[in-house]
């Protein structure tokens, strides 16, 4: 009974738990041969994350809520370069475009 109830996953409400979005799409990836994408997009709280692990130039971050309202920014990242959005509850998505091919989208819910 113990090992039944140490598989069961915990749910947690607190808003500072770290949650990954996930990602469909093309990415331009010149410096590495990885399948993985080399960015790391993720929700802490009211806030969402976008970490390049590689210089990408001019890329263009844009997050669209269910109601339609929009917020972009066109940034060039050096290695490690975290950008936050802070944003409110409800349902988003996010894209990531570049001039040179990366393409990435994706949506997620905030609670």
Known sequence: MILLLSSVPIYSTVSNETKAIELKGDCESPQSKSLSFPLKVYI????????????????????TSSEGETESRTISFTESQTEAFYISQGMYHITITTP??????????IE
Not at 46 to 56: A, E, R
Request: proline share 0%; glycine share 10%; no cysteine.
């Open 100 to 109: 040179r091919g990366t393409n990435l989208y994706g949506t997620f819910f």
């Open 44 to 63: 802490e709280g009211n806030t969402v994350f976008v970490q390049f692990y590689i210089v990408m130039t001019d890329a263009t971050i844009t997050l």
